[in-house]
């Protein structure tokens, strides 16, 4: 049974930069293509930014293209996102998700994920 557990949310003014953390634990981090996905109040959970198993191909909502970074440490089992110039559109809970790896990977499809974290408040004042 995988886990993983979300860290570094938290209140940042607009402007501001968060770190975001996903340790896993439970199975073999390596062979898993990650993701992270966003829940604001009254929608559904939205696509963020995903990575591949080795960290080769990163993909971004349109979003968040060009100010989040995501990334991985597969020593450390961890993944990352870096979140830069937040705006307050992108307060949520957000949640990390772990999908085992295969040749062929739809990055924003829920269903294609097979673990999840509890997700960390993202919140962005004005």
């Known amino acids: 049974q995988g886990q993983l557990v979300e860290s570094g949310g938290g209140l940042v003014q607009a402007g501001g930069s968060l770190k975001l953390s996903c340790a896993a634990s439970?199975?073999?981090?390596?062979?898993?293509?990650m993701g992270w996905f966003r829940q604001a109040p009254g929608k559904h959970r939205e696509f963020v930014s995903a990575?591949?198993?080795?960290?080769?191909?990163?993909y971004y909502a349109d979003f968040v293209k060009g100010r989040f970074t995501i990334s991985r440490d597969n020593a450390k089992n961890t993944m990352y996102l870096q979140m830069n110039t937040l705006k307050p559109e992108n307060t949520a809970v957000y949640y990390c998700?772990?999908?085992?790896?295969?040749?062929?990977?739809?990055?924003?499809?829920?269903?294609?994920?097979?673990?999840w974290g509890q997700g960390t408040q993202v919140t962005i004042s004005s």
């Open positions: 998700a772990a999908a085992h790896f295969r040749s062929t990977y739809n990055a924003s499809r829920l269903d294609r994920y097979d673990h």
């Open positions: 990575i591949r198993w080795s960290g080769a191909a990163r």
């Open positions: 439970g199975f073999t981090f390596s062979n898993f293509d």
